[in-house]
Structure formats: structure tokens, C-alpha cells
């Protein structure tokens, strides 16, 4: 009965990562039609930030300052340098469908630093599953290849996004393990709040557009992308581990897309039904494969670390996460 709720634990809090996650390109569609990108951001973590100072003075009495400063790092890499990436990168002229791969190939950079960092193998299956993947996010992204004006050097602005949410999902396990998923949350996007704020002060991009639809993609953001995409990001990783859920990101392409045609009318062609249905296939043989130690991968991931302390709960390692 336990193993049975747990695993239907597993599949919710995937299936809100690959909604939420996806929601994130859908909010900044929706918020740069009456703004810049950098207004969208920090209105995002003004609105996000406060929440998340109300959240850590509650907590404050519970929080350790080694797991504080651990976050403060984390949330650079995963917010911070993530969204700065991927959102300088469109913002620099290249494709969204273009930033959509790169980023994409964070699964790979994840399995194959995770496999000599956490001593997780990495079985054929695996590796094939996460081949496919890739294929997969191609064909659906292939039309906006190659179709954009930006310069050689804008492309390597979505790479470095892609590998500082890489090295947030695998520093994210020797970090204390002291906090809950909703106190690396809060820290993190205290820190995005302060980055993204700061920028857009500087950049005279602070004051938001008074049209209403402004306000409503900034809340679609906040609920949704940072609350949401960035919980159900950390639940995942803790149980699943950094391959499992990074493999997942493989999704949110195709997703987004699917998302975009029932919102906007984006037209959807065959390549996009085809690459879809890969990244499916590549997801389920990742996630339906036993680890190469032998026991369950929820079970796996629950194992801390080398000199880390851990606290469980019901057999979930909980770990401060970035």
C-alpha cells in the first residue's frame, strides 16, 4: 500500500514539473507582450521574494546557517544563472526553439556528471533513453534551427544557463540536508529577487506596464513557474534523483508547444507529434529502469551523500536543494 502511494506521489509531482516547468515559457510569452524580459523577471521576484522573506522569518528559528549559505549558491546557479541564460539568450536574437535545445541537454550533462560525482552509473538503457530524448526535443524544436540573426557568441549565453541549472541539480546532493524543499525554494528566490531587481534598476526597466494582462502573466509566473515548476523541481530531484529528473525536462518542449497551440493557435506540424512521442518513450525507459546498484531509484536517491548529514522522512532523504 505504501509503495503504492509513494509511486503515485512520484507521477504527480512529475507530471506538475513538466506542466509547471513548461509554464515558465508560456508566462514569459504571455509577459513580454507589454514588457521587456528583464521587467517580466523582476516583477516575477519582487511579487515571489516577498512571499519567501514572509516564509523564511517564520522559519527563521529552524534554519541553519551553513544550509542558508549553501541555498545562496544554489539559487545562483539554478534561478539566477539559469533564467539569465535562457532568457539573455532569446533576448540576444536567438530562436526560442534554438534555447529550447541547449537547454535540453541538461540531462545529459547531468548523467554523465552525476556518474563519477554521486557514483551513479549510468546502465545502456539509460543511455539510449536519454539519446532518444534529445532526438526527440530536435525534431520538435527543428523548425527555429538555424533560423535566427544573433551572433556566434549569443548562443553560448542559453549553454551557460543550461550548465549552471546542471550544476545546481548535482551540487544540490552534497548540500546540507537540514532544509525542507519550501526553505530552499524561499532562499533561492530571495536571492533571484535581489539579482533580477538589481538589474532591472540599473537598466531603468523597473517600473511595469500598466496594462492588466502585465499583472496577470506576472502571477501566472509566480504561482505556476517559480512556485510550482521550482517546488516540483526539488520534490522530484529528492525522490527520483538528478538523472530521473533531469530526463523529465525532456517534456517540457513538446509540452510547451502543445501549450502554446491550444493558448496562442502555434501551429503544431508533424515533427512536433513525432518528437513528442520520443521524448515519451525516453522518459519512460529512464524512469522505469532500476539503477545499476539494485535498489529502487526513489531508494537511491534517498542516500546521502559523503560527509553530508542526512534527515529522512518515510525513507526520503530531505536535502537542501538548489
Known sequence: MFRTRGRAVDLALAAGLVVCWSSGFIGA??????????????????????LAVGWLAWRRHR?????VKAHLGLGLLTQVGYLGGVVGGVGAGVPAGTTALIAALQPIVVAVAAAPLLHEPIRARHAWSLGLGL?????????????????????????AGMLSLSAGTVLDRRAPSTATVLDAVAVHT???????????????????????GFAWAVAWVVVLSTIGG????LGVLRRLGPTRTSTLLYLTPPTTMLWAYLMFGDPVGPSTWVGLALC?????????GRP???????????????????????????????
Open 29 to 50: 510569452r504571455l509577459g513580454t507582450e507589454d514588457a521587456s524580459a528583464t521587467t517580466l523577471l523582476a516583477w516575477r521576484f519582487l511579487a515571489s521574494g516577498t
Open 63 to 67: 534554519l541553519e546557517a551553513r544550509t
Open 135 to 159: 532526438a526527440g526535443v530536435g525534431l520538435v524544436v527543428m523548425g527555429d534551427v538555424g533560423t535566427g540573426s544573433a551572433a556566434l557568441w549569443a548562443y553560448l549565453v542559453p549553454v
Open 190 to 212: 530571495v536571492v533571484a529577487a535581489a539579482c533580477f531587481i538589481g538589474l532591472a534598476a540599473a537598466t531603468d526597466s523597473l517600473r511595469p506596464p500598466s496594462e492588466p
Open 230 to 233: 521550482y517546488g516540483c523541481y
Open 280 to 288: 515519451a518513450l525516453a522518459v519512460a525507459g529512464v524512469l522505469t
Open 292 to 322: 545499476a546498484s539494485g535498489r529502487p531509484g526513489r531508494a537511491a536517491a534517498s542516500q546521502p551523500s559523503a560527509g553530508s548529514r542526512s534527515t529522512s522522512r518515510c525513507g526520503v532523504r530531505v536535502s537542501a536543494s538548489g
